[in-house]
């Protein structure tokens, strides 16, 4: 079946611009995360969603980011007023359940880029 | 700081040489996971290997897990040029996010 998708690959926005950053997980993955990874580091863990629970925000940088998961599937990153500090590529995965025991898979990324 | 933390940071070696890759956590786990990352894309699973476990095989890959020194190691055996890219353990308790280390960036030269 069809991995873990995102959209834009690429975006680049002027500082102070809010950007928009989708993920549509693998049907039937009731787990979905957002990472961040800036250049030649590892993975940073942004936000989690599990099913209809209230999501886990513990790796918000800022109030600027939010996010939001429609219907159990599709999310949307959202980040506010970005900075260039926000230049990164953001990765979205999915698993089936257990965020600490299933495979997480995940998504090309969207390298976004502010200038 | 980071869960996992691979050793080394960056690994060059000749094709069909083989490549070996170590991580290192500090609490307990439930399992561990290596992923592989091309060019700063998306990551892909590799293996996975429960604490309950020493060693698992996947074609080419090798992981050995020493839960007493907390460390895990990746062997690649008859490295390919395609080889080339950043691997990453995670560490998993069940419940808990994954943490991911920094990785190893290895390259394989033809």
């Known amino acids: 079946g069809a991995g873990v998708s995102q959209s834009p690959s690429n975006k680049v926005t002027e500082k102070g611009k809010d950007v928009e950053l989708r993920c549509d997980p693998i049907s039937g993955h009731t787990a979905l995360y957002w990472y961040r990874q800036s250049l030649g580091q590892g993975l940073e863990f942004l936000i989690y969603f599990q099913g209809n629970s209230a999501p886990d925000k513990s790796g918000l940088p800022s109030d600027r980011f939010s996010a939001e998961r429609t219907g159990g599937s599709v999310s949307t990153l959202t980040i506010q007023r970005t900075q260039q500090e926000d230049s990164a590529v953001y990765l979205c995965?999915?698993?089936?359940?257990?965020?600490?025991?299933?495979?997480?898979?995940f998504g090309p990324g969207t390298r976004l880029t502010v200038l | 700081s980071q869960q996992g933390e691979e050793d080394p940071q960056a690994l060059s070696i000749q094709e069909g040489e083989n490549a070996t890759m170590n991580c290192s956590y500090k609490?307990?786990?439930?399992?561990l996971q290596w992923y592989r990352q091309n060019s700063g894309r998306g990551l892909v699973h590799l293996i996975l290997?429960?604490?309950?476990?020493r060693e698992k095989h996947s074609g080419r890959l090798r992981v050995t897990l020493d839960t007493s020194k907390k460390s895990s190691s990746l062997l690649i055996t008859a490295s390919r040029a395609a080889d080339t890219a950043s691997y990453f353990c995670?560490?998993?308790?069940?419940?808990?996010?994954?943490?991911f280390g920094g990785g190893t960036r290895l390259m394989v030269k033809p």
């Open positions: 609490t307990s786990i439930n399992n």
């Open positions: 290997i429960r604490s309950n476990e």
């Open positions: 995965a999915s698993s089936l359940a257990n965020p600490g025991a299933d495979t997480q898979y």
């Open positions: 995670a560490t998993g308790n069940a419940g808990n996010m994954l943490t």
